[in-house]
């Protein structure tokens, strides 16, 4: 299934649970109340929820869909309990950035007010100009994890989506800490859907690229990951607990515009996709703060 978290037009402006059928939408709770109406909810059921979501979209007539353009895509999930990213993670990245490929997983945060969906717009913020793009590979804890073995991890797993892991580079290299390069308002774009598990056989190897205006300035594969899905979610959660709806974004590979001669920062009145294999593509326009 590829699952989403939507609006309706002609109804009130309330978040849905929901799963695409080719562009069109179906709304999940609609067709089973038994089905929860939130993403982290779904999650939250497990296996038995997402059995309900399955045999409702199988079973749903072509009467439930709501049409393309009759609705709104959020970001699949809105408020993550977690977001952790992975830093330097694919092994040309590391080389463009100058640093040596990582024996263990340089890990950093994001926060939910980072978080925006497909079509909405990524703000260059009043305080800096240097603003990257990084197209990243996430993927989404489906059931409560601790201390888990590599062997064991993808089991884990809800499903996989695009995300942009924006970066204010400047604000980035001010301190050794990352964070509040990684924390402006909508530096986060997520979606458009969340695949879930069972239909992507092998995470590690997708087709990942970045354009902007019908330029290809990131193309790589989830081969080339340094530490893949088994391995981070077995680093984490060995740390913490991972709770259903904690986003994981894996790290970007190489043509980040801060190592590009010379450095190509995004402008307002761009638009950038983030495209994976299988996964769907996440397009945002770039606007200026107002």
């Not at 939408?25 to 109340?33: Q, S, V």
């Not at 939130?38 to 079973?59: F, H, I, K, P, S």
């Not at 995300?163 to 530096?187: C, E, H, M, P, V």
């Not at 709806?245 to 190592?259: C, F, N, Q, R």
Request: proline share 8%; with cysteine; glycine share 10%.
């Amino acid at each position: 299934m590829k699952l989403i978290t939507f609006v309706r037009s002609d109804a009130p402006a309330l978040p849905r649970l929901g799963a695409l059928r080719g562009q069109n939408a179906l709304d999940l709770n609609g067709l089973d109340a038994r089905i929860p109406s939130d993403m982290m909810a779904l999650l939250n059921g497990g296996e038995a929820a997402l059995a309900l979501a399955r045999a409702a979209v199988a079973q749903a007539p072509a009467s439930a869909e709501i049409p393309a353009g009759r609705f709104t895509l959020l970001a699949p999930i809105p408020r993550p309990g977690k977001i952790l990213c992975i830093g330097l993670n694919y092994r040309d990245h590391a080389r463009e950035s100058g640093q040596a490929v990582p024996d263990f997983p340089t890990v950093f945060a994001k926060y939910a007010n980072t978080v925006i969906g497909p079509g909405a717009a990524v703000q260059i913020p009043r305080l800096t100009s240097n603003v990257d793009y990084e197209a990243e590979f996430g993927f989404v804890i489906g059931k409560r994890a601790r201390h888990v073995a590599e062997a064991d991890a993808l089991s884990y797993v809800a499903g996989y989506f695009p995300l942009n892991d924006i970066s204010a580079r400047d604000y980035q290299a001010r301190t050794s800490q990352w964070t509040l390069g990684k924390t402006f308002d909508t530096f986060l774009p997520m979606g458009p859907a969340l695949t879930t598990a069972d239909e992507v056989p092998d995470p590690h190897n997708l087709d990942i690229r970045l354009t902007i205006g019908g330029e290809t300035l990131q193309h790589s594969n989830t081969r080339e990951l340094v530490f893949g899905v088994n391995a981070l979610i077995h680093v984490l959660s060995g740390v913490m607990t991972l709770e259903p709806g904690d986003v994981i974004s894996t790290g970007t590979p190489s043509g980040v515009g801060a190592a590009r001669n010379p450095k190509r920062w995004l402008r307002a009145g761009e638009t950038v996709t983030v495209e994976i294999a299988g996964l769907g593509a996440l397009s945002n326009p770039i606007i200026a703060e107002p």
